[in-house]
């Protein structure tokens, strides 16, 4: 069963406005979320991360929320620009009694339009 | 240049053949992890070490699979009697063992003919 689900498969906006992106999770072991950018023929590249004891973390023009009773995170970026385009991935992590696995959604694509 | 790196990028293989793929992870990162990812899906766990030690294995590694990481250092992933189901991006990561964040490598793309 997918633990972690992006429902989105893609997504679409326009440069200078607000990307979000959404997640959803099913376990509640996991405590640590993280999202990832993928371009084309490279590997994950981590962009933001949240633990459960917070709800919101910021790191310049991303931001990423947590609803631990809804079990969903969105990232959000502002605004947004055509390098942003690339699948981005979320992930969770179970951190206590485990190995921190990271369990990844199936991704979304952003495209960013001029 | 301190990041992950992974040999070969691409690999063709005929069925039954073996395959070996390498991992160099970050210098001062203890912990390293192999994902496998298909058309589609996101990165999917296959085993980690800690140090020279193999904590955990997924049900996804068959019996035809084997890694390694003799030193601590870099790791291999071996695929025996490669199968068509076996094509894939296999993707390495690595991390401190005081943080949860992963840094990924390039993957090494794995096609079976």
């Known amino acids: 069963d997918q633990q972690v689900k992006q429902n989105s498969p893609s997504l679409s906006v326009q440069e200078g406005r607000i990307s979000i992106l959404n997640c959803d999770y099913t376990?509640?072991?996991?405590?640590?979320f993280l999202w990832y950018k993928k371009y084309p023929a490279e590997g994950p590249t981590f962009l933001i991360s949240i633990s459960s004891i917070k709800d919101k973390n910021e790191d310049g023009r991303f931001t990423v929320f947590l609803n631990k009773s809804a079990k969903h995170l969105s990232l959000h970026i502002v605004p947004s620009q055509p390098g942003d385009s690339a699948v981005y991935f979320c992930a969770a992590a179970r951190t206590q009694g485990g190995s921190e696995k990271l369990v990844f959604g199936k991704g979304t694509k952003l495209t960013v339009n001029p | 240049d301190t990041g992950v790196s992974q040999d070969p990028r691409h690999k063709i293989t005929k069925r039954g053949q073996n395959v070996t793929f390498r991992c160099d992870p970050i210098s001062e990162h203890n912990r390293l992890y192999w994902y496998r990812q298909t058309l589609g899906q996101g990165p999917e766990f296959l085993t980690y070490f800690q140090n020279e030690a193999q904590l955990e294995k997924s049900r996804l590694l068959s019996d035809r699979f084997s890694a390694e990481r003799p030193k601590g250092s870099f790791s291999t992933l071996e695929i025996q009697r490669t199968e068509q189901g076996d094509s894939a991006m296999y993707l390495c990561a690595s991390s401190l063992s005081v943080q949860y964040e992963q840094y990924f490598g390039p993957g090494t793309r794995l096609t079976v003919t």
């Open positions: 376990n509640s072991m996991f405590d640590y």
